[in-house]
C-alpha cells in the first residue's frame, strides 16, 4: 500500500465504478459511459504529465504563487474574451447576403475581420500569462526568466506577421507584404535569444527549464 499511487491507481477506478452504478440504476448507461472514458483519459493525461504537480507548484500560497494565479485567470479571461472580440469585429452588412454558416466560414474577408479582432486579446492574454511567469521566476532569482524573457518577445514579433496576414485577407493585399514584418521579426528572435543566452552562459549554473 503506497498513499502516493493509491489515490490514482484506487481512486479513479473507484469514481468510475461509483458513477457508472449510479449511470446504471438511472437508466443512463450510454451517457455515462462517455462520461467515464472521459474521466479516465482525463486522468491519464494529468498523471503522464504530471499536471497535478505543475498546478499544485503554481498555485502555492506565496507572493510568486499570487502573481502566477492572476497572470493565468486573467491571461484565461483575455483569451476566452478574443472570441467575442473577434465576432463583434465582423461587419454585420456581409451577413445581409444571404450566406449560410458554411460560406461564411470560407469567406476570407469575414474570417480576415473576424482573426483582427480575436488576436490583440489572444496576444494580450498569451502576454499576460508569460508575463507572470516571467517576474515569478525573477523574483524566485531562477535562470529560467531568462527564457520567459525570449517568449514575451517572440510573441512581441511574431504580431507583426499575423496581423499583416489578416490585412490580406481583408484588402487583398499582395503575400508578398508577409516577408517585411517575418524577416524583422526573425532577425528580433534570433537577435535576442543570442543576447540573452550569452548572457545566461557568463552567469552559469542552472538550466534554463528548472
Do not use: C
Not at 498513499?3 to 450510454?30: D, Q, R
Amino acid at each position: 500500500y503506497d498513499k502516493t499511487y493509491s489515490k490514482f491507481f484506487l481512486g479513479v477506478p473507484g469514481i468510475l465504478l461509483l458513477i457508472g452504478g449510479i449511470g446504471t440504476v438511472v437508466g443512463y448507461t450510454a451517457e455515462i459511459f462517455a462520461v467515464l472514458v472521459s474521466i479516465l483519459g482525463g486522468a491519464f493525461l494529468i498523471r503522464a504529465f504530471d499536471i497535478d504537480k505543475s498546478w499544485s507548484n503554481w498555485t502555492k500560497a506565496t507572493p510568486t504563487g499570487f502573481i502566477r494565479i492572476f497572470a493565468l485567470v486573467t491571461g484565461a479571461i483575455l483569451i476566452l474574451a478574443s472570441v467575442p472580440a473577434g465576432v463583434t469585429n465582423i461587419d454585420p452588412q456581409l451577413f445581409e447576403t444571404g450566406m449560410d454558416f458554411t460560406q461564411s466560414v470560407s469567406n476570407q474577408v469575414i474570417v480576415g475581420q473576424f482573426l483582427q479582432g480575436l488576436f490583440p486579446f489572444l496576444w494580450m492574454g498569451l502576454g499576460t500569462i508569460s508575463a507572470g511567469i516571467l517576474i515569478s521566476n525573477w523574483l524566485n532569482r531562477k535562470l529560467k526568466h531568462i527564457s520567459d524573457v525570449l517568449r514575451i518577445i517572440v510573441l512581441a514579433a511574431i504580431y507583426p506577421t499575423v496581423a499583416q496576414f489578416t490585412n490580406i485577407l481583408t484588402t487583398n493585399e499582395s503575400s508578398f507584404t508577409l516577408i517585411p514584418p517575418l524577416l524583422a521579426g526573425a532577425a528580433i528572435t534570433l537577435i535576442s535569444a543570442t543576447l540573452l543566452f550569452r548572457r545566461y552562459r557568463r552567469r552559469g549554473g542552472k538550466l534554463l527549464t528548472e
